[in-house]
């Protein structure tokens, strides 16, 4: 099937059944989502699925034919990925790291969204993504530094 993932056109050799995650770690080597519980319940696996944040571990490969797939790696393309990206790293964000690509991701639909985010409408659009570290108040720091807030 053809996925157009971050922008090109790639063919992949995949069952129709197969988690979007896997196709895009290991058929296409976008590594930068990550596996986390396999349940659609930690946030770690979350992508754009046509502008729209989905967890990759549930979402057939299928689902995601003619459809427009963002992954992590793409962020940092556009603006508002650059400002959320910079506000992560001025708010020191990140410890361990590893929910950090699915945070972004589902802070960036947040901000597409709802330009100038108010605290309930972060904590709406953030539920869901866990931070085993504990780094929620940061998170809620850099959401409203990259709105410019």
């Known amino acids: 099937m053809k996925l157009n993932v971050n922008g090109a056109m790639h063919e992949v050799d995949a069952p129709a059944d197969m988690p979007l995650l896997w196709a895009l770690r290991d058929l296409l080597n976008l590594t930068g989502t990550k596996f986390g519980c396999g349940?659609?319940?930690?946030?770690?696996?979350?992508?754009?699925?046509?502008?729209?944040?989905?967890?990759?571990?549930?979402?057939?490969?299928?689902?995601?034919?003619?459809?427009?797939?963002?992954?992590?790696?793409?962020?940092?393309?556009?603006?508002?990925?650059?400002?959320?990206?910079?506000?992560?790293?001025?708010?020191?964000?990140?410890?361990?790291?590893y929910c950090q690509s699915g945070q972004i991701m589902s802070a960036v639909a947040l901000l597409k969204e709802h330009p100038q985010p108010t605290d309930a409408n972060i904590d709406t659009a953030m539920d869901g993504n866990l931070c085993r570290c504990g780094t929620y108040n940061r998170i809620r720091r850099a959401i409203h530094r990259a709105a410019g807030n």
């Open 39 to 97: 349940m659609a319940q930690c946030g770690a696996c979350t992508i754009h699925l046509d502008g729209a944040p989905v967890r990759s571990c549930v979402t057939p490969v299928s689902a995601a034919e003619g459809k427009a797939v963002t992954t992590i790696e793409a962020i940092a393309t556009s603006e508002l990925g650059q400002r959320i990206q910079a506000a992560w790293v001025a708010e020191d964000v990140p410890q361990c790291g």
